[in-house]
């Protein structure tokens, strides 16, 4: 199908096709100096300690939740309101995730005050995920992490580049995941990254990176080294040096895209508001400064979502939903599992993700804000 506006739309130029000419020419494809210099690029700008570039941010969270020491008998705290592999990452390791309530209209994050109804005594973990790149109240819920001893993971694949009381969205927690997939603020096609700032989680995830080897095949092309042991029941999660130089210039173009981003959010807030008030935009009152990675808006109670979203279709414009919540899938116990998250099933049913991409102009968002506003007008 040929968008006249997609959802989302990747920034890609000769730059982009340059460093990965460059990789090629090099003849050295896996893991190497350029994932070191990406590694180190986005520990700076995060203002980690410490970043693991890894294969995806699926495989980011699975590290993270190993690391974190959630096993057999544990349970982790999750939203439910989220992409699928926040909570599969949990299970992974055979604990068991528990789904908390999001806060309500304005917030769509995970709650504090449901996490804490959540906690039990097998409780281990809190996963948060920073819904459309803004910051969970990190605030409370960190306070609360440290009055239970619970570790605090973030799904940050939304959140590159947030901030929160100036501080990045990432390294609130112990961990932080973040995602280059092709629809995110940066993309590398595939590949991921955990932030930390301790020492003894960076060493274990470096280990359970690559199947828990102590030298990597670059140390052994370099000289450094010619055999190695294995110490740890590791993966294959790594990530290789043509993405890691695209990783590179993405994180170079990313405070520039994120602002335009900030702004279309902005533009998008008056247009809806002029055209069409009853639909709620979400955030209005967010502390911190976010990503703006989606552009979602509530419908109206007992909206025809479906016919919405196909009379934008029709139009050429694109959107999606953000999410179908994990407690009702068929892999989750098909919401048979007893689960009281109210606000999140209502938010879900309502919830539309508009276009949002750093090209995408003024007047586009106000052909997207007009389209919306004629299909909710009563046939
Ligand atoms: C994209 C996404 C992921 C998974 O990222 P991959 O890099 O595709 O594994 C996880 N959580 C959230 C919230 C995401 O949006």
């Known amino acids: 199908m040929q968008w006249k506006i997609p959802l989302s739309d990747i920034d890609f130029g000769p730059d982009e096709r340059a460093a990965v000419d460059s990789v090629l020419q090099s003849k050295w494809l896996t893991m190497g100096s350029v994932t070191e210099e990406f590694e180190q690029a986005f520990a700076a700008y995060i203002g980690a300690k410490y970043a693991i570039a890894v294969t995806n941010a699926t495989a980011a969270l699975h590290l ?34 528990v789904f908390a309530d999001i806060a309500g209209e304005e ?53 590159v580049g947030s901030e929160l009381g100036g501080i990045k969205l990432g390294i609130w927690g112990e961990m932080g995941c973040f995602s280059f997939f092709s629809n995110k603020n940066m993309t590398t096609g595939e590949g991921g990254m955990i932030v930390t700032n301790d020492e003894a989680y ?46 590179i210039v993405q994180l170079g173009k990313l405070a520039v895209n994120n602002e335009r981003r900030r702004r279309l959010t902005q533009v998008y807030r008056e247009a809806l508001q002029e055209l069409t008030p009853q639909v709620a935009v979400p955030f209005t009152h967010h502390a911190g400064i976010s990503a703006a990675h989606l552009m979602p808006v509530l419908l ?80």
């Open 64 to 97: 993270s939740c190993v690391a974190a020491g959630l096993g057999p008998g544990d349970e982790a705290i999750v939203p439910s309101l989220t992409f699928v592999a926040t909570a599969n990452a949990v299970r992974y390791t055979g604990a068991t995730p």
């Open 300 to 379: 109206p109670g007992r909206t025809n979502r479906p016919g919405l979203m196909e009379s934008m279709k029709s139009q050429g414009i694109q959107t999606s939903i953000h999410y179908p919540p994990i407690h009702t899938f068929t892999a989750y116990n098909g919401g048979k599992a007893k689960q009281f998250l109210p606000n999140t099933e209502d938010i879900a049913g309502r919830e539309v993700t508009l276009p949002l991409y750093p090209a995408m102009s003024d007047e586009d968002v106000f052909s997207v804000a007009k389209a919306i506003a004629q299909a909710l007008v009563p046939a």
């Open 107 to 159: 917030d769509l994050n995970i709650s504090h005050h449901s996490i804490e109804k959540t906690i039990s005594e097998r409780t281990r973990a809190i996963l948060v995920m920073h819904y459309g790149g803004y910051a969970c109240d990190m605030p409370s819920i960190m306070e609360l992490a440290r009055e239970r001893g619970l570790k605090v993971i973030e799904d940050a694949a939304h959140a």
């Open 202 to 247: 960076s060493q274990r995830l470096h280990l359970l990176r690559s199947h828990g080897m102590t030298t990597l095949t670059w140390d052994r092309h370099r000289g450094h080294a010619w055999s190695y042991d294995v110490v740890d029941l590791g993966y294959n999660y790594r990530i290789d040096e043509i993405r890691a130089a695209l990783g």
